[in-house]
């Protein structure tokens, strides 16, 4: 006869057999959860975006097993650097580098990977064919967000931009932006400004209120970055400009539906991406390098246009209610390969 904890022991065993089954199905080392660890080495942190981010790549490191790091430099160069080599002290297996500056990047990914550590960079270029560029084609983001500005406005409009360069994925728009303008020629760009000073809404908003007094007769502002274009709504709204200016932008979180929403709001259209569905992408790439597999040298996560008469008609509200009504912005079928588990709650913030 079997006794009461013999049976108990024997189903437990059986609980527990498809998940054992199911990570021995995968290649190594995720054939063994809970062993393995990555570090995430953050430059950008502040804002929505990033917490969105954020949440994807806990989720995806949780349906692998991964252990995480994450490594926060708050806008500091040198510091990021140096998380990088913290992260390679700790013997870590893999490193997400998520935006940064090339110069300050550069040599501290490659001490990574001569230490034979696997790298994968977000929005950072750090010049290095062995690591994969995790992208949310930034060019098709402002692609998608000026063409919407053209057919809102015309082809012949006086324009503020938002830029600060240096950063991979602002640089990557800002091209755009200048092929617009040479297809465009009555694009006319009277003032460019821009900041990544903490907090970033509320320093663009203080130099927005100065463009906006020396130069009324601007009609559109491109701001491709939500921070960027939430400080400019706020000086625009202080201004009493908001029937005058259109701000179109890159980027968006339930916050951002929320400005985008208000009455009378300034702010017409941004384009995006799932930035929690990037996060997710970011681990799973690094994942196929760590198992050996090649995921690309760009993995790039197609965005999507999202503007403010379709927050309203469709009743839009938050993040999840996007990806319901907007499934090609709930997922990226993007570096998943048959035995990458995916996660079990679809991506929102």
């Known amino acids: 006869m079997m006794n009461r904890r013999t049976l108990a022991a024997l189903l437990a065993g059986a609980a527990l057999a498809p998940g054992l089954a199911l990570a021995q199905d995968r290649p190594a080392p995720f054939d063994n959860p809970g062993e393995v660890e990555i570090a995430l080495v953050r430059y950008l942190s502040t804002g929505d975006f990033f917490q ?15 252990n995480l790091r994450v490594l926060d430099s708050r806008q500091d160069a040198a510091l990021q650097a140096d998380m990088v080599d913290q992260a390679i002290a700790l013997g870590v297996d893999g490193i997400v ?3 940064g500056l090339t110069e300050s990047m550069k040599d501290a990914a490659q001490r990574a990977l001569d230490a034979g550590i696997p790298v994968v960079a977000f929005d950072v270029n750090v010049e290095n064919e062995k690591i994969p560029q995790i992208e949310q084609s930034d060019r098709d983001l402002a ?30 728009r800002n091209e755009t932006w200048e092929e617009f303008k040479a297809k465009y020629p009555g694009i006319d760009e009277v003032a460019m400004f821009g900041t990544l000073d903490n907090p970033i809404a509320n320093s663009v908003a203080n130099q927005a209120r100065s ?16 921070e960027f274009a939430k400080g400019v709504k706020i000086a625009v709204d202080e201004a009493g400009m908001s029937g005058q200016v259109s701000i179109y932008s890159a980027d968006i979180s339930t916050a ?8 009378g709001s300034a702010w017409k259209a941004t384009a995006a991406t799932n930035p929690a569905v990037v996060g997710e992408v970011s681990v799973r790439a690094l994942a196929m390098l760590m198992a050996d597999e090649d995921p690309g040298a760009q993995v790039i996560v197609p965005p999507t246009l999202i503007t403010q008469a379709q927050l309203n008609d469709e009743s839009i509200t938050n993040m999840e209610e996007l990806a319901a009504k907007l499934p090609a912005f709930a997922h990226a ?6 035995w990458m588990p995916l996660p079990s709650a679809p991506a929102q913030n």
């Open 143 to 172: 692609r998608l967000a000026l063409e919407q500005a053209i057919a809102d406005n015309g082809e012949a409009w006086t324009a503020g931009y938002v830029y600060v360069p240096g950063i991979a994925p602002l640089d990557r």
């Open 256 to 263: 951002d539906i929320a400005a985008m929403r208000e009455p």
């Open 97 to 99: 580098i998520q935006h």
């Open 52 to 66: 969105a981010y954020l949440s994807g790549v806990e989720r995806q490191a949780e349906a692998l097993g991964i």
């Open 211 to 226: 463009v906006l007094s020396a130069n009324p007769n601007i009609t559109v502002m491109f701001a491709p970055y939500d």
């Open 333 to 338: 079928d993007v570096a998943a390969p048959d």
